[in-house]
């Protein structure tokens, strides 16, 4: 492997310390951690990463959906190279998801400022790091929210007043955290975005970079049984309109539409009302997940899927509603942005690999305001959203070094060049 060419002063050893430190925010006894959106663990990390920019010579500021931005203003008035990820977790969720991103970004980002006021030049745009608001989604939907509001495809308004399951609102949760302003928010030139692959790809091929060429479609949906709340005894079988019996039928359903379409599917969520020994449930609320890497295919699923679910309420003498609550396409990353990071891998001996997302990240919202490029590192044995979630050190180190690169070319204006 090439030498970087400038690297880390401090050495990787930086990266892995601060690293470390991060993980301790919301660590669970399973080696993971639990810091789901505006949480207190979420806003102890937060202010560590405010202290972290702020030490390092970084302006931090707040949006009003609780975006928490460092700025590294290089060139006055020019539009911001943005880099970043999220630092929220799932409940019981691993160490790298997101957070990784958002470490690797601020020392990559601290890198490119020292190298350009080392060699004296004036880069082309100014650079700022990214934590962006609730990408998980688990306690508030939907997942990408602080990016979604960002690039105006959610209404801050809506974000704003969306509730957990306990009922507290978005804007109350982060107000209790501190971590919400006015700043609009930078002018975007470009984003970059680093994230663990969350899959075995990478590990099978023995690259240690991925260079996301495109996302795989997703449809969310949530999917209420209603029936009758009984007695499990008494009641005659032939009376009942057990919401959770349908609820089954409707998990099995979705698990068998994956391998006829060729899909992904899930019920990744279950509310059951009363949810008592000795109570027929009356109601179930569940939450299905649908992804596929072709458009046509994932249509023709939900199609399916919306006559199916008909079916199933008459056998089950439930009704049953279904509503779209969010979705994406199939959607190309710019082939120049692809180029530009296949160039920065080969400038450092990086083994590479071009590769969709079957994820959903923040990068999905930001390419449609900017050229956007979103890098991967390997995830051992694929494992994510699991405490046991886990990168290797070198490969931390290595998608580090690129994401500099990566960023040293995009201020200099190489995309636009
Ligand atoms: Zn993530």
Excluded: C
């Amino acid at each position: 492997m090439v030498e970087h060419p400038f690297p880390d002063p401090r050495g990787p050893r930086m990266l892995l310390d601060d690293f470390h430190t991060l993980s301790g925010f919301g660590a669970t006894p399973g080696g993971g951690v639990d810091r789901q959106a505006a949480t207190v663990p979420d806003g102890q990390q937060r202010a560590w990463l405010h202290g972290w920019l702020s030490d390092h010579g970084f302006d931090v500021r707040y949006d009003a959906v609780g975006n928490q931005f460092g700025l590294a203003t290089l060139v006055p008035g020019a539009p911001y190279v943005l880099t970043g990820s999220h630092l929220d977790s799932q409940p019981l969720g691993g160490r790298y998801d997101g957070a990784y991103g958002v470490l690797a970004s601020a020392h990559a980002a601290h890198r490119v400022v020292e190298h350009w006021a080392a060699t004296g030049e004036s880069p082309r745009y100014n650079l700022a790091v990214v934590n962006w608001f609730n990408e998980e989604g688990s306690r508030f939907k939907p997942s990408m929210m602080g990016s979604a509001v960002f690039t105006g495809k959610l209404p801050l308004d809506t974000a704003l007043a969306t509730t957990d399951r306990a009922g507290t609102p978005v804007e109350g949760a982060l107000r209790e955290i501190g971590t919400i302003g006015d700043y609009p928010g930078p002018d975007v030139a470009a984003y970059a975005e680093i994230h663990i692959e969350q899959g075995r790809e990478l590990e099978n091929s023995g690259a240690t970079i991925g260079i996301v060429d495109s996302t795989w479609a997703a449809r969310k949906y949530r999917i209420v049984v209603h029936g009758e709340q009984s007695h499990t005894g008494s009641t005659a079988m032939a009376d009942r309109h057990d919401a959770l019996y349908g609820a089954a039928l409707v998990i099995v359903a979705l698990r068998e539409l994956a391998a006829q379409h060729g899909l992904h599917t899930s019920v990744s969520e279950l509310d059951v009302e009363p949810n008592s020994p000795v109570v027929v449930a009356r109601e179930v609320r569940l939450h299905a997940d649908l992804r596929a890497p072709d458009e046509a295919a994932l249509d023709a699923a939900a199609k399916q899927l919306t006559g199916t679910i008909a079916g199933l309420g008459e056998r089950a003498s439930v009704t049953i509603d279904q509503v779209l609550t969010h979705s994406w396409g199939v959607a190309p990353f710019p082939p120049a942005g692809v180029e530009l990071a296949r160039r920065a891998a080969d400038t450092l001996g990086l083994p590479y690999r071009t590769m969709p997302t079957l994820a959903g990240h923040d990068s999905v919202h930001l390419k449609d305001i900017a050229p956007a490029i979103m890098l991967f590192v390997p995830s051992v044995e694929g494992i994510s959203h699991n405490e046991r979630e886990f990168t290797q050190d070198a490969d931390v180190s290595a998608g580090a070094d690129l994401l500099t690169e990566v960023l040293t070319r995009l201020t200099a204006g190489e995309l636009q060049s």
